[in-house]
């Protein structure tokens, strides 16, 4: 398809479980991002890659949180150890230009993936 | 440390009134600044965006920036019921992602 692609759409863990999220941008898109969006409240900025390379990490809340995008277009959020507060909406975003240009205010957002922790 | 705040409303409006939303930011270092309409269950999806001081129209919305107050808004005119939607401000500043208010929910009435 054209747009953001993630799966899966609903996951249902137990607390303690591994979690893996996976974002396919639009296609040519140089940055990507991981956004966490509890209910009620606006997307929290957590990761973004440019290309490969992952520039800025530091809205990772744990290090129970890590992000790949090996070879500069999938990405996965892998959740170690689920806590109940990890329960949200994790939204990944794409945009066709690099971080550094204007023009990346522009992000295409994927439906998201729901997580609920047990 | 970067923020972004909106009053989080409900802001109700009549069918065919002035919806007027405000922003403000943290840091006057930032570079651009972005309205995103969200439905509820649906991903934000961008309205406008501003660089300079000033207004900024397109069709029924116009953005305004302050940067000198460090403030933003949205105004929307003959606003409409499919406008009830949690709008959210979000502000780019030099080599960082977007950072996003916690939203302002419109309900507009028929």
């Known amino acids: 398809g054209a747009g953001v692609s993630q799966s899966p759409r609903y996951k249902?863990?137990?607390?303690?479980?591994?979690?893996a999220l996976r974002c396919d941008p639009i296609s040519g898109h140089v940055s990507l991002f991981w956004y966490q969006q509890a209910l009620g409240q606006g997307p929290e900025f957590l990761t973004y890659f440019q290309n490969e390379a992952q520039l800025d990490k530091s809205g990772l809340p744990s290090d129970r949180f890590f992000a790949e995008r090996p070879e500069g277009s999938v990405s996965t959020l892998k959740i170690q150890r689920t806590q109940q507060e990890d329960s949200a909406v994790y939204l990944c975003a794409s945009s066709?230009?690099?971080?550094?240009?204007?023009?990346?205010?522009?992000?295409?957002?994927?439906e998201g993936s729901r997580l609920t922790v047990l | 440390q970067k923020e972004v705040e909106q009053n989080s409303g409900p802001l109700s409006v009549p069918e065919g009134a002035i919806a007027s939303l405000n922003c403000t930011y943290s840091d006057r270092g930032s570079q651009s600044f972005f309205w995103?309409?969200?439905?509820?269950?649906?991903?934000?999806?961008?309205?406008m965006f501003i660089y300079s001081n000033g207004d900024k129209?397109?069709?029924?919305?116009?953005?305004q920036l302050n940067k000198a107050s460090?403030?933003?808004?949205?105004l929307i005119r003959d606003s409409q019921p499919s406008d009830s939607a949690t709008y959210l401000c979000a502000v780019k500043w030099a080599g960082t992602a977007l950072i996003?208010?916690?939203g302002t929910t419109l309900s507009v009435s028929s």
């Not at chain 1, 249902?12 to 979690?19: C, E, F, L």
């Not at chain 1, 066709?96 to 994927?110: K, M, Y």
Request: net charge positive.
């Open chain 1, 12 to 19: 249902v863990a137990k607390r303690g479980q591994d979690v």
């Open chain 1, 96 to 110: 066709l230009g690099a971080p550094g240009q204007l023009n990346t205010g522009e992000l295409f957002f994927g």
């Open chain 2, 57 to 63: 129209e397109d069709g029924r919305f116009t953005a």
């Open chain 2, 36 to 47: 995103y309409r969200q439905y509820s269950g649906k991903s934000p999806e961008l309205i």
């Open chain 2, 70 to 74: 460090q403030y933003v808004s949205l």
């Open chain 2, 100 to 102: 996003f208010g916690k």
